[in-house]
C-alpha cells in the first residue's frame, strides 16, 4: 500500500522569504514522487517529479524538491516566494508496479505582501 | 491545441437526479482518469481507462459509471444524484505509464442538493 501525508494545511508566508512545504510518504517498495500545484479555479499542473537518480530535482518556477529515503519524505522548497505563488500544493506518490497515484490532502500556500 | 476540457463548469443537482460529466482530451493520451477533490481530503480516484474500451475502478467508484468509446472522450455518469457526490470533479490524461505527467482538466463543481 502507498500513502502520503502532508501535515501542513495551511503555509503563510511574507513576500520574498524562502518556504517549505513538506511531505512525507509510506510505501514498502521504492516509489516515484511528484509535486502538483492548483492555482485558484485550475486544474492541477505538474512541478517536478522524482522518478530515479538525483535526489535534488528542480521544477517549475523556481521550486526544487529533494528526495530523502532514509526520512521517506519529499520536502519542497524555494528560496524567494512571489505573490503568483499563492496556490494548493499536493504531493503526490505511486509505488514501484502501482499504476496510479495517490494525493495527499494539500497545502494552501498564502504569501502575504 | 485545447488539452482537457470539462462540460460543465458548475452544476446543481436535485438528490436523485442523473447527469454526465463529459471530458475530452485533444492529446491522443491512452490514459484517463476521473478524480473528485473535496476540501481537505485531497483528490481521491473514481475511475480511470487505459484505453478505448478499457475502464477500472478506482478507490472511490461506488454510484458512478463510465465509459470509453473513443481515445478522446471519457464521460463520468452519476445516476442517482446524493449530496456525499457534492465535489469538485477533474478529469486527466496522460499518455502511458504513472511517471508520465498527467494533465487536467478545469474542473466541474457539482453540487447535489
Known amino acids: 500500500a502507498q500513502s502520503v501525508t502532508q501535515l501542513d494545511s495551511q503555509v503563510p508566508v511574507f513576500e520574498e522569504a524562502p518556504v517549505e512545504l513538506r511531505c512525507n510518504y509510506s510505501s514498502s517498495v521504492s516509489v516515484y514522487l511528484f509535486w502538483y500545484v492548483q492555482y485558484p479555479n485550475q486544474g492541477l499542473q505538474l512541478l517536478l517529479k522524482?522518478?530515479?537518480?538525483?535526489?535534488l530535482v528542480k521544477g517549475i518556477n523556481g521550486f526544487e524538491a529533494e528526495f530523502n529515503k532514509s526520512q521517506t519524505s519529499f520536502h519542497l522548497r524555494k528560496p524567494s516566494v512571489h505573490i503568483s505563488d499563492t496556490a494548493e500544493y499536493f504531493c503526490a506518490v505511486s509505488a514501484l508496479g502501482n499504476e496510479k497515484l495517490t494525493f495527499g490532502t494539500g497545502t494552501r500556500l498564502t504569501i502575504i505582501p | 491545441n485545447a488539452g482537457v476540457t470539462q462540460t460543465p463548469k458548475f452544476r446543481i443537482l436535485k438528490i436523485g437526479q442523473s447527469m454526465t460529466l463529459q471530458c475530452t482530451q485533444d492529446?491522443?493520451?491512452?490514459?484517463m482518469y476521473w478524480y473528485r477533490q473535496d476540501p481537505g481530503m485531497g483528490l481521491k480516484l473514481i475511475y480511470y481507462s487505459v484505453g478505448a474500451g478499457i475502464t477500472d475502478k478506482g478507490e472511490v467508484p461506488n454510484g458512478y459509471n463510465v465509459s470509453r468509446s473513443t481515445t478522446e472522450d471519457f464521460p463520468l455518469r452519476l445516476e442517482l444524484a446524493a449530496p456525499s457526490q457534492t465535489s469538485v470533479y477533474f478529469c486527466?490524461?496522460?499518455?502511458?505509464?504513472?511517471?508520465?505527467?498527467?494533465?487536467f482538466g478545469p474542473g466541474t463543481r457539482l453540487t447535489v442538493l
Open positions: 522524482y522518478l530515479s537518480g538525483s535526489t
Open positions: 492529446m491522443n493520451h491512452n490514459y
Open positions: 486527466a490524461s496522460s499518455s502511458g505509464l504513472v511517471t508520465d505527467t498527467q494533465y
